[in-house]
């Protein structure tokens, strides 16, 4: 494997350290050239290192970008990869005449890489927020990272994560503190304790913070020392702030360090109060040396740090809290040293330079491997739904849906049309389209492929014709394009008006397989319609293969809503249907009557965003008593965590119902649509009936007769959730078969 790395060749600091140890390291591994488009110190260091290296520099762009696509095709490169703007945007080029993908790692949030200088936040910066979207694969340095370019719609499955790390095999040396004194021309006591920051002088590094918090320590304790290693535009206004402050002789300007080691070995304290950063080398050098650490919780130090135990973060800007903890380690030598044991063991075990490599290794055989399938572009799959409208039961169908698939079968390629095509790429790490963008979906099918239908209850128009019309066409155009298709956990109905009737019996008398997640009115309504050409199996809905987030987990999302850790807890999940208003008055005083009669507290769980919300707010209003609501929206395995806390669960929503079942959480049913009343039926689960006649005193008495027989039910429940997990899987296993 041949990987040529591109870069400005003017970096410093950590991206410095990690592109350097980073190729050293893979040159052992593979074959790797590193081009710098400057001369300097950069390249200086990494041919002193025994680093293959060219500099490319001749004052003419176009024709340092025709060296480079030289090198990559006599030296018979596979794959580049760059770092930083100027780097990227030669890559993407390059890519073009070359045919090789390009990697490029994320050092730092790139909208904030040029905030000293406006001519070069309107050139560089935007060159590189250009080019940043033509290359092929992302590796960000923290999981922070990964999640900030997801949310400015970068692909989730082009992104890796690489953490920064460091060789803790080296011979870092020996150093004095009293020789780096005068090496730098400080002044340090034996009873000074020294405070460190080994940063580049820039606004984002929060240097204000620092001073701020040293103001705070030395009214304390003036025998603390305040050491600022680095350069940067920013070093006059520091050095005013320092004076202004009276703090000249606690807080020293050291300038350029050149051995970080050197540096962290004379510190008692590493800290850095940055409002962005990636993963500072800083931190890891400062581990290396089994420093204390206090740091702003940015990029991925929370990895790092566990706080409060080998270490301590503070939210960004906040000097009070900076200065509390550094107080904290100022006063007790053993803690410093407690903490720097622990975090040198954590980093030593995880933030190795062999562990980056090792990972570095992974990604490129994935983009080579990518790149071999490129050419059999089309998907295996196509999976049409409601998908990207963040409703927590079609996602949870999806996200069983794509697991399931791929458990039967790991390579399959799977592509999902959603009104959110980021969004569900970033969630399920699957490829996605938009929904109606129907030339692209038209070419992405291919014979003898596989498209589903599903899961949920799609074909009906009882919410709307105009969606059922969609669905079923999507499907036509699947069978003209000689594809598979397969109805996955569907519910059919009810079909109302007779001309959709007609066209739902055409066109799903073309399908191959019909799989239903119940019985009844399902099974009923495609008989009705005389479907009879497909295969049509009885299997259960898929999100009952989805497992809840951890204990711990839910927990930290209960007390972040504000709900008591302990229960007994009767959980309501309520929507709109139709402009009714009645329903929402008896659930209020059900909740009220089960709370002072039971002493359960209701919590309200929305589940789709924010129409749910706004009704449950609504009831609560009405409620004379106190209920907690679920304000943020949570992932398909965290909303199941929370509805397992509840003792009972009464809902309208389908999935919530399923959720609560297969958690062993004995349900009562408020009907809107035939779906509900036919899961019900499915796991012998009582009704209240439906939402237009529903009546309090009977409501009233269904939960109390549930309350009475709670154990009895949960142990039925969790045995009927086993045989739907296994129904479920079956539609996988149905899907791969037609493949």
């Known amino acids: 494997m041949k990987v040529l790395h591109l870069i400005g060749g003017g970096d410093v600091g950590g991206a410095k350290t990690h592109v350097l140890s980073l190729v050293k390291e893979l040159s052992k591994h593979i074959d790797v050239k590193l081009i710098s488009f400057r001369k300097g110190v950069f390249a200086e260091d990494a041919k002193a290192m025994g680093i293959d290296v060219e ?7 176009l024709k340092d970008i025709r060296r480079v696509i030289s090198i990559v095709r006599n030296e018979n490169f596979i794959m580049t990869h760059s770092h930083g703007a100027k780097a990227n945007m030669i890559a993407v080029i390059v890519s073009r005449y070359t045919n090789v993908p390009t990697v490029t790692t994320v050092h730092s949030d790139y909208r904030l890489d040029y905030l000293q200088s406006f001519v070069k936040r309107v050139t560089f910066g935007i060159i590189n927020t250009i080019a940043l979207r033509f290359i092929d694969y992302y590796v960000a340095v923290s999981r922070n990272f990964k999640d900030m370019l997801v949310s400015r719609k970068f692909l989730a499955n082009k992104i890796f994560t690489v953490y920064n790390g460091i060789d803790f095999d080296d011979n870092i040396g020996t150093y004095n ?5 005068r090496k730098y021309n400080i002044t340090i006591n034996e009873s000074d304790i020294l405070i460190g ?6 606004p984002v590094k929060g240097l204000n913070v620092f001073i701020n918090a040293a103001k705070e320590v030395v009214k304390k304790n003036p025998n603390v020392k305040f050491l600022i290693g680095g350069e940067g535009e920013e070093r006059k206004s520091l050095e005013s702030k320092v004076n202004s402050l009276g703090l000249s002789d606690n807080v020293l300007f050291l300038g350029f360090v050149n051995n970080s080691y050197e540096f962290m070995n004379s510190i008692d304290i590493n800290v850095l109060t940055s409002i962005s950063e990636s993963f500072p080398y800083s931190i890891l050098e400062g ?3 089994k420093r204390a650490t206090v740091s702003s919780n940015v990029g991925g130090l929370p990895d790092l740090i566990d706080h409060g135990v080998n270490g301590f973060l503070f939210n960004p800007g906040d000097h009070i809290k900076l200065s509390e903890y550094l107080l904290k380690l100022v006063n007790d030598k053993n803690l410093r040293e407690e903490m720097g044991n622990r975090i040198y063991l954590k980093a030593s075990e995880k933030f190795s330079l062999k562990n980056m490599c090792k990972t570095q290794l992974d990604i490129y055989e994935s983009v080579l491997k990518a790149k071999g399938e490129s050419s059999h572009s089309h998907p295996d799959v196509i999976i049409s739904g409601y998908y990207g409208f963040k409703n927590i039961g079609d996602d949870a169908m999806l996200m069983a849906i794509t697991q399931n698939l791929l458990q039967q079968k790991e390579d399959a390629k799977i592509m999902v049309l959603s009104r959110e095509p980021h969004e569900t790429t970033g969630l399920y ?31 009906q128009d009882n919410t709307s014709t105009r969606s059922l019309m969609y669905y079923l066409f999507m499907i036509w155009m699947a069978k003209k394009r000689h594809m598979k298709v397969m109805l996955y956990a569907n519910g059919i ?66 007390s972040n809503e504000g709900i008591e850790s302990t229960g007994p807890y009767i959980g309501f999940s309520i929507r709109k249907w139709h402009g009714l208003g009645k329903y929402e008055r008896v659930v ?40 907690y609501i679920i304000k943020n929206k949570y992932s398909v395995p965290e909303t199941i965590g929370i509805i397992s806390r509840m003792d009972i669960l009464v809902g309208m929503r389908l999935h919530a119902l399923i959720f609560a079942a297969c958690q062993g959480i004995p349900v009562v049913g408020l009907v809107y ?14 009704s209240a009936g439906h939402v237009k006649d529903l009546d309090y005193e009977n409501l009233k008495g269904i939960i109390e007769n549930v309350l009475k027989d709670k154990s009895k039910i949960s142990k039925q429940l969790i045995g009927v959730s086993e045989s739907l997990k296994q129904k479920a899987i079956e539609n996988a296993k149905i899907a791969i078969d037609l493949l």
């Open 55 to 61: 500099v490319i520099q001749s004052g003419n762009i």
């Open 177 to 181: 503190k009293n020789e780096f004194a």
């Open 197 to 202: 920051i080994l940063v580049r002088l820039t």
């Open 287 to 289: 581990t290396r040396i």
């Open 429 to 459: 790490n699957v490829d996605s389209m938009f929904r109606f963008n129907l030339l692209r979906i038209l070419r992405s099918m291919k014979p003898g492929k596989l498209f589903i239908n599903g899961g949920g209850n799609l074909i």
């Open 493 to 558: 109905g009810p079909i109302n008006r007779k001309i959709n009737r007609r066209i739902t019996r055409y066109v799903l008398n073309k399908t191959d397989v019909i799989t239903l997640r119940e019985n009844s009115p399902s099974k009923q309504e495609i008989d009705n319609l005389l479907i009879t050409s497909p295969k049509v199996i009885i299997t259960a809905d898929p999100a009952t293969t989805i497992q809840p987030s951890t204990t711990e987990h839910i927990d930290k999302i209960l």
């Open 588 to 627: 209020a005083d059900t909740a009220d009557y089960i709370s002072k009669t039971h002493g359960l507290k209701p919590v309200f769980i929305p589940m789709h965003y924010p129409s749910d919300l706004a009704i449950c707010e609504r009831i609560v209003s009405k409620m004379s008593g106190d209920a």
């Open 673 to 686: 649509e035939p779906k509900v009343e036919g899961f019900l039926k499915s796991i012998n689960q009582p």
